[in-house]
């Protein structure tokens, strides 16, 4: 079964609302619906979008345009999530997996693909990021090397070496 969502203006812009960007261009999802046995489900699609961001370093806007296939499969009995007690529990490797709803909400997967697939820190063209350092007015910044939390002890350790030397 063939699916296919692309939202009017005024739901992109309450996607970008709820996505915390200035605007939602374009967004489409298209693919098809696969049964999977007698009662599952496999969602095969391709988002598109082109989404206007802000710069996180110039706060400039920033277009990003993506295209990328999407998995979602469709459980009609889902694994039990609740392990015993003090048993280890293992991360499953397919995060793509849903209990089967009443029906599937296209919107809603969209808005979560878009979510995901949206950079999490977006530069405009040219801007790198710059190092700050913020301290109290008088006092110097810490750097990263002595952020580190072995830094001391190398100087400890040379330290240390030239005493050795300096008592034999």
Do not use: N
Request: glycine letters at 6%; one cysteine or more.
């Amino acid at each position: 079964m063939t699916v296919s969502y692309a939202p009017d203006a005024a739901a992109r812009t309450a996607m970008a609302a709820e996505l915390e960007v200035p605007e939602v261009r374009k967004l489409r999802l298209e693919g098809r619906l696969v049964p999977e046995g007698k009662r599952d489900w496999r969602l095969e699609a391709t988002l598109g979008a082109t989404v206007i961001q802000t710069c996180v370093v110039t706060l400039a806007p920033v277009t990003t345009r993506i295209d990328e296939p999407l998995t979602r499969r469709y459980l009609a009995h889902m694994p039990d999530p609740e392990p015993e007690p003090g048993a280890e529990v293992e991360i499953p490797s397919d995060v793509d997996i849903e209990p089967l709803p009443e029906s599937i909400d296209l919107a809603q997967v969209t808005l979560e693909a878009l979510a995901l697939a949206l950079p999490p820190y977006p530069r405009a063209e040219g801007v790198e990021a710059e190092d700050v350092a913020v301290t109290e007015p008088g006092k110097s910044p810490m750097t990263d090397e002595e952020a580190r939390p072995f830094a001391g002890l190398a100087g400890l350790r040379d330290r240390l070496a030239g005493d050795d030397s300096d008592t034999s």
